[in-house]
């Protein structure tokens, strides 16, 4: 088993613990003959919108689409403000822009990694709409804080979850605070499909409302569109293996949560910076991301290990080509570019063995023994 390369993340083995299922279920959908919107959606969307703990749940096409879609269902219009962070994924800002918003970005805590509360005031103006604090790594943001401004100014939440199925905050799932909340469903996430999805969640029915007629059309009533909408829809396939995959998520948190800890004491002692543990949340390691100054260096000592390594980002989102100079508060984050240059995402999925885990930490232990 040590010799087999290990992969940051492997959806292909979770696929293979249920495949008898999978295969099973996907026989029964195609016989069934109802491919689009038919009974998986809507029981997969009442068990998720039953687990994250909200009244409402709407499967679209993916999770950048969920983001958009949510974005306009709380009324964002064309040239309104969006604030969230450089430091996610470049799909949260793509989301923003593609209903014709305006990202606007604010700096991120050392610890959580995510938006830090006390850069959001100062990039409030008139034209801010919604706070998109990003979850990111699996890390809750502060979650409680960032509601209570909002609250303060009369904006919107919408927590972008991509990254935190099943994280919790005093004991709450993320994605059940915000007026809504956009999930992800690519294969890698820790509720993932066997291709694309994404979920907005929301206890607001005439936010879900908006939603259900934005993901097709602008229709209330099928074949009228009473506005113009997009057409963004989980599939019946895909909405079968998350109801498989569903039942297993909170055990699959629980052991990335051990392989962590495992990460956790063997870096303490090896003096690496790795992931804060945040007092009232529950993390549920996405990925497990550790920093280094001399990163590219280890990434190469333990890919020579047969340990597969990547970047999470390579670059915030403020300075990639297609943002660079015309984002507002790019001028501001220091601690998101002090970040990115160190971090390394280590192998991090529920499937990975013990003596797996401690290969990756040996060669860790070695390289700075090497490097000192
Ligand atoms: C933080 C974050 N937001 C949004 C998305 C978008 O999700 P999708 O790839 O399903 O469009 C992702 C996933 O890539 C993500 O990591």
Redesign the pocket.
Known sequence: MKNDFIPVSNPKLKFLSRKKEILKITDTVIENGMYILGNEVTAFEKEFAQYIGVNYCAAVG??????AIALKALGVNVGDEVITVSH??V??VA?IEMIGAVPVFADIEEDSRCINPSKIRDLISSKTKVIIP?H?YGQPARIKQIISISKEYGLKVLE?C??AHGAKVDNQLVGSFGDAA?F???PT?NLGAIG???AIVTNDGSTFNQVLAIRQYGWRQRYISDFSGVNSRLDELQAAFLRIKLKDLDDENVKRVTIANRYNSALSSLGFTFPKVISDSYHVYHLYVIESNNRDDLADFLKSKGIGTALHYPLPIHLQPAYKGRIKGSDKLFETERLYKSILSLPMYPELTADQVSHVIDSLRKWKELRG
Not at 62 to 67: F, L, Q, R, V
Request: aromatic share 8%; hydrophobic share 40%; net charge negative.
């Open positions: 993916n999770g950048t689409d969920a983001i996610s994924a799909a949260t989301a990003v990111i972008d991509a990254q956009a992800s469903f690519y996430k694309d999805g994404g």
